[in-house]
């Protein structure tokens, strides 16, 4: 009865439509957009628009052993299906299944599957979200830029946009049309383990490049969002980073005009000049209150004095942190009482299937209204208009051709050589000299995951090796520019790749002051593994003692040494700057 309903009313749907885009009175794309959403929230239940608020990662609807992991090769489970998309009428899905890259073919499988059993069930198409933040993280052979840091220190604008328009292209070609980029922090501790997502500490670079990511994503038009083009997500709303203990989604204190004038500048800069489509929300605290309870936050101070008309998400399981972690409701119940009164639009959840009912239950006793309910659907249906995918929802990965392109590749590379900051040259050391002999030492000398960071082929960065075995690493480059006889690799120190992102192997340092001996230059690369967010949290900013006696050591060969850091924020290096 159900999907015989839909047929009927897409049906007649299509047919009034047809006529109403006729009428001169509905012209105007967003008027049309309005129309067709009131159309289609008008024939809903509560719980197909509760539904719509609901958004679950991948594994959840992967065959596996649970909810967490999935069988590989990767395929879906189509009981899980029936109970996400079929009982619950989910209405966004996110991620890669078990924390690995995907290639365009696998992508365009899944997600067809995907949404040809949303358009059975309720003729309303899924909206796919992934963090492709520096090129496609989740897609294998994509393009990759440097990361958010990397491109602020271009400060040029046109680049960055011409970069996010090749990671929307891109996405794209991967299926998925959301992408949960830029990063929009003002970063202002620099233990923070978030500072290279971010494009740094100023407010002006950060609405500057913010916004150019924005156009570059969407395009020209985001009530008519192209087939080249993705949804941005500004995140993550707001004030967080600046956490008062320098570690990940924990607490931050910031005054009112502070938080006004400084955190939500960049936010209000690439709503009102880039029309960003969709918001996510800081997943800690400010002043003591939990964002995603912060109706003054996500309701006045966005919703109202911007009329900001996009969907607002949480992030990762933050609905249950306001029971676990901040302590700041009785249940679950209650949790998602306050964060959807607060403004929240659509959970993140991303396992318990429990959100629906719960939501359900708050409306039908009036603790949620029908008209909070109403209005976040409202903003979800719109943005599934917005990138046309009531019309197209799903699409060939051929129609991509440029993918991972040369073309591609050539703009990822100047905006890589733009984004190298020469801090010192003393004497003129730099450029090297052809036919100089060079030995590469550090951690970093000869490793893709160090070099290109976090959210790379998977969340920390420990697959980079995997799939990125074609490019160079610092010692490799060297390699080709110079001659391999003329430069040789002894790291000294080396990272544990198998551990937690600081943790080292035993030293060799000997080995490398031994192998400069008969060299000219020493290269010596430095800095931090990769890593993101919680595991990325650390105690100390200088560099390890390890890296600090390697440098000391090298500059006492008398070698010039030319120190190349390579780290996702700044390290204290004060003990070693003198001699490099």
Same mark, same amino acid.
């Given at each position: 009865?159900?999907?015989? %309903?839909?047929?009927?009313?897409?049906?007649?749907?299509?047919?009034?439509?047809?006529? *109403?885009?006729?009428?001169?009175?509905?012209?105007?794309?967003?008027?049309?957009?309005?129309?067709?959403?009131?159309?289609?929230?008008?024939?809903?239940?509560?719980?197909?628009?509760?539904?719509?608020?609901?958004?679950?990662?991948?594994?959840?609807?992967?065959?596996?052993?649970?909810?967490?992991?999935?069988? +590989?090769?990767?395929?879906?489970?189509?009981?899980?299906?029936?109970?996400?998309?079929?009982?619950?009428?989910?209405?966004?899905?996110?991620?890669? =299944?078990?924390?690995?890259?995907?290639?365009?073919?696998?992508?365009?499988?899944?997600?067809?599957?995907?949404?040809?059993?949303?358009?059975?069930?309720?003729?309303?198409?899924?909206?796919?979200?992934?963090?492709?933040?520096?090129?496609?993280?989740?897609?294998?052979?994509?393009?990759?830029?440097?990361? +958010?840091?990397?491109?602020?220190?271009?400060?040029?604008?046109?680049?960055?946009?011409?970069? =996010?328009?090749?990671?929307?292209?891109?996405?794209?070609?991967?299926?998925?049309?959301?992408?949960?980029?830029?990063?929009?922090?003002?970063?202002?501790?620099?233990?923070?383990?978030?500072?290279?997502?971010?494009?740094?500490?100023?407010?002006?670079?950060?609405?500057?490049?913010?916004? =150019?990511? *924005?156009?570059?994503?969407?395009?020209?038009?985001?009530?008519?969002?192209?087939?080249?083009?993705?949804?941005?997500?500004?995140?993550?709303?707001?004030?967080?980073?600046?956490?008062?203990?320098?570690?990940?989604?924990?607490?931050?204190?910031?005054?009112?005009?502070?938080? %006004?004038?400084? &955190? &939500?500048?960049?936010?209000?800069?690439?709503?009102?000049?880039?029309?960003?489509?969709?918001?996510?929300?800081?997943?800690?605290?400010?002043?003591?209150?939990?964002?995603?309870?912060?109706?003054?936050? $996500?309701?006045?101070?966005?919703?109202?004095?911007?009329?900001?008309?996009?969907?607002?998400?949480?992030?990762?399981?933050?609905?249950?942190?306001?029971?676990? %972690?901040?302590?700041?409701?009785?249940?679950?119940?209650?949790?998602?009482?306050?964060?959807?009164?607060?403004?929240?639009?659509?959970?993140?959840?991303?396992?318990?299937?429990?959100?629906?009912?719960?939501?359900?239950?708050?409306?039908?006793?009036?603790?949620?209204?029908? +008209?909070?309910?109403?209005?976040?659907?409202?903003?979800?249906?719109?943005?599934? &208009?917005?990138?046309?995918?009531?019309?197209?929802?799903?699409?060939?990965?051929?129609?991509?051709?440029?993918?991972?392109?040369?073309?591609?590749?050539?703009?990822?590379?100047?905006?890589?050589?733009?984004?190298?900051?020469?801090?010192?040259?003393?004497?003129?050391?730099?450029?090297?000299?052809?036919?100089?002999?060079?030995?590469?030492?550090?951690?970093?000398?000869?490793?893709? %995951?160090?070099?290109?960071?976090?959210?790379?082929?998977?969340?920390?960065?420990?697959?980079?090796?995997?799939?990125?075995?074609?490019?160079?690493?610092?010692?490799?480059?060297?390699?080709?520019?110079?001659?391999?006889?003329?430069?040789?690799?002894?790291?000294?120190?080396?990272?544990?790749?198998?551990?937690?992102?600081?943790?080292?192997?035993?030293?060799?340092?000997?080995?490398?002051?031994?192998? =400069?001996?008969?060299?000219?230059?020493?290269?010596?690369?430095?800095?931090?593994?990769?890593?993101?967010?919680?595991?990325?949290?650390?105690?100390?900013?200088?560099?390890?003692?390890?890296?600090?006696?390697?440098?000391?050591? $090298?500059?006492?060969?008398?070698?010039?040494?030319?120190?190349?850091?390579?780290?996702?924020?700044?390290?204290?290096?004060?003990?070693?700057?003198?001699?490099?």
């Amino acid at each position: 009865m159900i999907k015989n %309903r839909y047929i009927v009313l897409l049906c007649m749907l299509g047919i009034s439509l047809l006529s *109403v885009a006729q009428n001169k009175k509905f012209s105007n794309t967003k008027h049309y957009i309005e129309y067709r959403v009131d159309s289609v929230l008008s024939n809903m239940t509560l719980e197909e628009k509760v539904g719509q608020m609901a958004q679950f990662t991948v594994d959840v609807i992967g065959k596996g052993g649970d909810l967490f992991t999935s069988d +590989e090769p990767f395929s879906l489970n189509h009981a899980m299906l029936d109970t996400v998309l079929g009982k619950y009428k989910v209405g966004s899905i996110l991620n890669t =299944a078990n924390n690995r890259a995907r290639t365009t073919e696998v992508w365009e499988q899944t997600i067809k599957t995907i949404q040809q059993r949303a358009i059975k069930e309720t003729g309303i198409p899924v909206v796919y979200g992934i963090d492709a933040i520096h090129g496609v993280t989740y897609t294998a052979g994509a393009t990759f830029f440097p990361q +958010e840091i990397g491109m602020a220190a271009t400060f040029n604008r046109d680049l960055v946009t011409k970069g =996010a328009e090749i990671t929307a292209y891109e996405t794209r070609a991967s299926n998925i049309p959301w992408n949960f980029s830029p990063t929009m922090d003002v970063g202002r501790d620099a233990r923070w383990s978030r500072i290279w997502e971010s494009f740094g500490e100023d407010t002006y670079v950060n609405a500057e490049m913010g916004t =150019a990511v *924005v156009r570059g994503y969407q395009g020209d038009n985001h009530n008519a969002v192209g087939a080249n083009n993705v949804a941005a997500c500004l995140k993550h709303y707001i004030g967080y980073g600046t956490p008062v203990s320098g570690k990940d989604r924990t607490p931050a204190i910031i005054s009112v005009n502070d938080l %006004r004038e400084k &955190f &939500f500048e960049p936010f209000r800069a690439a709503i009102m000049d880039g029309n960003a489509l969709s918001i996510m929300v800081n997943s800690g605290m400010i002043n003591g209150v939990s964002t995603h309870a912060d109706y003054r936050l $996500l309701t006045e101070w966005l919703k109202k004095d911007l009329n900001y008309d996009g969907v607002v998400v949480t992030d990762w399981a933050d609905v249950q942190n306001l029971l676990s %972690r901040d302590h700041i409701v009785h249940n679950y119940k209650d949790a998602v009482r306050v964060s959807i009164n607060a403004g929240i639009d659509m959970v993140m959840e991303p396992y318990n299937i429990q959100f629906m009912p719960t939501l359900v239950d708050l409306v039908k006793s009036g603790e949620v209204s029908q +008209e909070r309910v109403d209005d976040a659907v409202r903003r979800v249906l719109r943005m599934k &208009f917005r990138l046309g995918l009531f019309d197209k929802p799903y699409w060939s990965r051929h129609d991509y051709p440029n993918f991972g392109s040369a073309q591609h590749e050539a703009v990822a590379k100047a905006a890589a050589d733009e984004s190298i900051t020469l801090l010192k040259n003393d004497n003129n050391i730099l450029p090297i000299k052809k036919g100089a002999k060079i030995l590469v030492a550090g951690p970093n000398a000869n490793s893709m %995951r160090t070099l290109i960071g976090g959210w790379s082929y998977s969340w920390q960065g420990e697959k980079t090796e995997e799939f990125a075995a074609q490019y160079n690493t610092i010692y490799e480059a060297l390699s080709n520019k110079f001659g391999a006889d003329n430069v040789k690799l002894e790291e000294g120190v080396t990272y544990n790749m198998v551990g937690q992102y600081y943790e080292e192997n035993d030293p060799t340092i000997d080995k490398a002051v031994s192998a =400069a001996s008969d060299v000219d230059y020493i290269v010596l690369a430095l800095g931090e593994n990769s890593y993101c967010e919680t595991p990325g949290n650390l105690e100390e900013l200088s560099l390890s003692d390890n890296q600090i006696a390697l440098a000391l050591a $090298l500059q006492k060969t008398g070698k010039p040494v030319i120190l190349v850091l390579n780290e996702g924020r700044p390290r204290l290096i004060r003990k070693i700057e003198p001699g490099a």
